[in-house]
């Protein structure tokens, strides 16, 4: 599976951005696709997971509210709609799936096996 994550870039406080996560090799109906992020000198950490059979989402504490994950069937891609953003949500936001993955480990990244490239997300104040 590749993924190619996109739609990241410069806004201000309070703005909104869509990114999305499209998959190629196969499809992800067997998966669970979540989205990560890395800010400058932090370690990269959970925001939002579905899991593409159910729809059921998973959201970091920190996101909830203000962000939402969704997947489109046809185009094989998963969407993290960013709302109201905060200068604290500046990081390179990465997508990754994970076939093997159960409620309980959904938030480790070692539980996922593919990785896109980040696509950066900048908030300025």
């Known amino acids: 599976v590749q993924l190619q994550a996109s739609g990241g870039g410069l806004v201000q406080a309070g703005g909104s951005l869509r990114l999305s996560c499209a998959a190629s090799g196969r499809t992800l109906s067997r998966d669970v696709v979540g989205w990560f992020r890395q800010g400058p000198g932090k370690e990269r950490e959970f925001v939002a997971a579905?899991?593409?059979?159910?729809?059921?989402?998973y959201y970091a504490d920190s996101v909830k509210g203000r962000f939402t994950i969704s997947r489109d069937n046809a185009k094989n891609t998963v969407y993290l709609q960013t709302n109201s953003l905060k200068p604290e949500d500046t990081a390179v936001y990465y997508c990754a799936a994970g076939s093997r993955l159960i409620t309980s480990n959904i938030g480790q990244k070692a539980g996922y096996d593919y990785w896109g490239q980040g696509t950066q997300v900048t908030v300025s104040s």
């Open positions: 579905i899991r593409w059979s159910s729809q059921i989402t």
